[in-house]
């Protein structure tokens, strides 16, 4: 109140509002990026966190099929394969890709062997090897009009060098077809690295524009590497010292005092980095995946999630409990992705030291800033 900022709920709620309307604009503004692509078939394009390049594989995949080519538009995750799909699902039909979705439910549309069951010991040589094997051969043994002239792929960074050359093999043309990489080489999460395997251009983004200037600074420290934050100014981050074993259920709280505030349940999601909340195990259990993702799109209720499935995905508010990490070698990269899916109001819960000790003491001393600037 003495800063002047955010006095009350009436304030708070049209400050999110004009906050979601400058984010948009920024985005849309991101077009004259797109319109640099339009003489470029191998191009890769380089964003941190929130610098917009989902919105820009989007638009890229969009204009191409205007233009009359056949499309894939594929990613690696669950919920930005659903969020791809709803997105162009509203396009009219001359503007959708041909194909949208997981790269990995390709070969499995062509006949390649289903995955395993969940306890079967031969998951991951599965997705990293047999499977990408049978897509190559699946699709060199597709007829032409069943390729693609191009293929834009979003979050480009979870691909296994496996991956790449059946993408290759996609493209009616393996030398002039189109191809579209976008990625942030940040947000690593998953032991396993590629690189495409052919020369292609490249675009950085530096612009951070979908986070509040507060909450990208806290995050830069973890290599986003921005030059700028074009975000509109918004209250503090919000730190809450805890052990790891109670992150949880402060994060359950903070959520509580959230919608005291005045948010609404659809702007939140709680987001865990270590052992997955129980209501998230129990909305899968009920719904099933693609249920478990309609809910997060329907906006309606807080959503609980992981940081891993949550990559190119935002709220508005997100609170995030540090409960440990699943993978610790890449803890810095589980902090970097938690810290920057909020776009107005972020909440961190966890012990200070620990989390200091995965993302650095960068990391530790904004966090502790924002205490002050909090209390």
């Known amino acids: ?141 597709l007829a032409e009009e069943e390729k693609f002239d191009a293929i834009v792929v979003d979050e480009a960074q979870d691909f296994g060098d496996a991956w790449w050359p059946p993408t290759l093999a996609c493209l009616r043309d393996q030398e002039t077809g189109g191809l579209y990489v976008f990625l942030d080489e940040a947000q690593r999460v998953f032991e396993r690295h590629g690189e495409v395997p052919i020369p292609l251009s490249t675009i950085v983004l530096d612009e951070n524009i979908r986070n509040t200037k507060q909450i990208a600074e806290v995050f830069g420290s973890l290599g986003a590497g921005q030059a700028r934050y074009r975000g509109m100014d918004g209250p503090p981050v919000r730190f809450a010292q805890c052990s790891e074993g109670q992150a949880v259920h402060e994060a359950d709280s903070q959520v509580d005092s959230l919608l005291g505030e005045g948010w609404q349940p659809g702007q939140i999601a709680l987001l865990v980095t270590g052992k997955r909340h129980p209501l998230q195990v129990e909305t899968l259990d009920y719904h099933g995946w693609d249920g478990y993702w309609d809910e997060f799109f329907a906006s309606q209720e807080v959503f609980y999630g992981h940081v891993l499935g949550f990559k190119g995905l935002e709220r508005p508010v997100v609170v995030l409990a540090v409960n440990g990490l699943r993978d610790e070698s890449h803890g810095r990269e589980y902090l970097y992705v938690g810290l920057s899916r909020a776009r107005a109001r972020l909440v961190v819960c966890g012990d200070l030291d620990q989390i200091a000790a995965a993302g650095g003491e960068g990391l530790r001393r904004r966090l502790r800033a924002s205490v002050g600037r909090s209390a």
């Open 1 to 141: 109140m003495l800063e002047g900022k955010l006095p009350g709920q009436t304030s708070l709620l049209s400050w999110a509002e004009e906050n979601e309307a400058y984010v948009d604009q920024l985005t849309r503004d991101q077009a004259k990026v797109a319109r640099m692509l339009r003489a470029q078939r191998r191009l890769k394009v380089i964003g941190g966190a929130d610098t917009g390049t989902t919105w820009l594989a989007l638009e890229q995949a969009r204009r191409l099929a205007a233009a009359g080519e056949r499309v894939a538009l594929v990613c690696y995750s669950r919920g930005l394969a659903r969020y791809l799909q709803r997105m162009t699902s509203q396009w009219l039909p001359r503007h959708r890709p041909a194909y949208v979705g997981l790269f990995h439910a390709l070969p499995l549309q062509w006949g390649a062997d289903p995955p395993p069951t969940e306890d079967s010991v031969e998951g991951s040589s599965y997705y990293e090897e047999r499977l990408p094997a049978q897509m190559g051969e699946l699709a060199a043994s």
